[in-house]
């Protein structure tokens, strides 16, 4: 009888020593044997943690991230002999970090950041403020045009996911050999058209005379020749040591809407020498209703007063979208500027690899 009593009493007292162990009330005697009740995971912040690899509770992406940004996600979890409890993991925030239902986003004193929902709204932090991402925040945030989204959302680490291929409309395609020899066209080249009178750029043939502008379409247009000395060239590295030239668009060259144009430069390096002709750029120009639709959206994008980053990104990804080349450029290039991120570069390199400018 006291035998059984006694083992009685034993059970009990290791059942509640293990009971406190495991509610983190007593700490094991140093030099003694603790039991493992799972693998080890991986350390956040001195504390051992796991995350969820599902993304499905993901709502908005940081799109814009200026001095120190904090994140607190709800994911994170701590192990404490198998019993599995919340810790607090404030991180540094990254440029388009997603960011699940419940995340709390502080911004220190100086600092902004902005999100962007997937249910096209945008919402800022400012100067020492934080706020929880959840509906209630989206819901109350600036609304985007509809489709905004993928603009500023990296898919695969890409903004505008695609399959990685190229589909030129024209011969356009410049090659290493052709620098310095034959003018490349620039700008606009296998573009559509935001204004009908852009300015055309080309890189310079070294020892030219003059440049022969040439245009060809349903319509007939007279070619029009320039000095080279007459021209506007400026040192560009992508280029060097060739320099990349300018020129006013003929104001003969009357364009109308809905229509393709085949665009070539030529140069002349001798008054008996033929003309070096550069490979043929396709130009197109948007129906009417199309190019307002464009100017529409991208004047309420600006009105919206967001961060240039935010702001250039949702505008080059309607421009693109668009077949507007030039103007997806110049915005993608104003957004990496601002912060110069992979994703951002690789979004800028997509419009130039369009056109096959390998220097670009």
């Known amino acids: 009888m006291r035998t059984y009593l ?4 034993q059970l009990v007292y290791t059942s509640y020593l293990l ?9 094991p005697t140093p030099g003694q044997p603790t039991p493992t009740f799972a693998p080890p995971t991986a350390t956040v912040k001195g504390a051992t943690a796991e995350r969820s690899t599902d993304n499905a509770d993901t709502i908005a992406v940081l799109t814009y991230v200026q001095g120190a940004v904090f994140v607190d996600e709800p994911a994170a979890h701590t192990r ?5 409890r919340p810790v607090a993991a404030e991180i540094q925030a990254t440029a388009f970090q997603e960011l699940r239902e419940g995340s709390t ?7 902004m950041a902005t999100i962007v929902c997937y249910g096209d709204q945008a919402y800022q932090v400012t ?8 509906s209630t925040t989206c819901g109350s945030g600036l609304p985007l045009p509809p489709g905004s ?10 903004l505008i996911d695609n399959d990685g291929s190229v589909v030129i409309e024209g011969e356009t395609r410049e090659r290493e050999a052709d620098y310095g020899q034959l003018p490349i066209i620039v700008s606009p080249r296998n573009t559509a058209l935001f204004a009908l009178d852009p300015t055309i750029a080309w890189v310079d043939v070294s020892g030219a005379l003059e440049y022969v502008l040439s245009l060809s379409g349903l319509a007939s247009f007279a070619d029009v020749t320039i000095a080279a000395d007459a021209v506007d060239c400026v040192a560009d590295e992508r280029t060097a040591p060739n320099r990349i030239c300018t020129a006013p668009w003929p104001a003969d060259w009357q364009l109308d809407p809905d229509q393709r144009y085949f665009l070539t430069v030529s140069a002349r390096t001798g008054i ?9 750029s396709s130009l197109r120009t948007l129906v009417a209703t199309d190019l307002e639709s464009v100017q529409a959206t991208s004047a309420a994008i600006d009105a919206l007063g967001l961060d240039p980053v935010t702001q250039n990104l949702l505008r080059a990804g309607r421009f693109r979208e668009a077949g507007l080349a030039a103007q997806a450029i110049a915005a993608y290039e104003a957004a990496y500027i601002a912060q110069p991120t992979h ?4 979004a800028l390199g997509d419009p130039y690899l369009d056109a096959e400018l390998q220097r670009f």
């Open 6 to 9: 006694r083992s009685t009493k």
């Open 19 to 27: 009971l406190l162990l495991l509610s983190g009330c007593v700490t």
């Open 80 to 84: 404490s002999l198998g019993l599995m």
């Open 105 to 111: 986003v502080r911004a220190a004193p100086d600092a």
């Open 127 to 134: 100067d020492g403020t934080q706020t929880v991402v959840n």
């Open 149 to 158: 989204v993928p603009y500023v959302a990296p898919t695969r680490g890409r």
């Open 272 to 280: 008996a020498a033929p003309l070096r002709e550069s490979e043929v």
């Open 343 to 346: 994703e951002v570069a690789i």
